[in-house]
């Protein structure tokens, strides 16, 4: 008997995500990724589990309103793992 629990993910890479709500990768691209922040860990890109059940209990198709209060426009840059809000396809 094993004593090892299974991990339960905090963030979804892009497919996981996808198949996470139950669609395909090409719709999660076209209706949600646009919605939802993902992060960075180094070069990788992640979903948030919080994030998707966001974009879940909106109803969907809401857009992501940013915290940041300037209207300066953000780095290029978005090392350390920091919140990056995606373009619009």
């Known amino acids: 008997m094993s004593d090892e629990r299974p991990v339960i993910p905090l963030a979804y890479q892009r497919q996981d995500a996808a198949a ?12 949600v990724r646009r919605y ?10 992640v979903w948030p ?3 998707l059940e966001r974009f879940l209990a909106a109803g969907g198709a809401a ?13 290029a840059s978005t090392a350390g793992g920091m919140a990056h809000e995606e373009p619009a396809p």
């Open 36 to 45: 939802v922040k993902c992060v960075y860990v180094g070069s990788t890109r």
């Open 63 to 75: 857009p992501v309103i940013s915290s940041q209060k300037s209207k300066r426009p953000r780095a």
């Open 20 to 31: 996470a709500l139950g669609i395909g990768v090409d719709t999660f691209d076209r209706h």
């Open 49 to 51: 589990v919080a994030e």
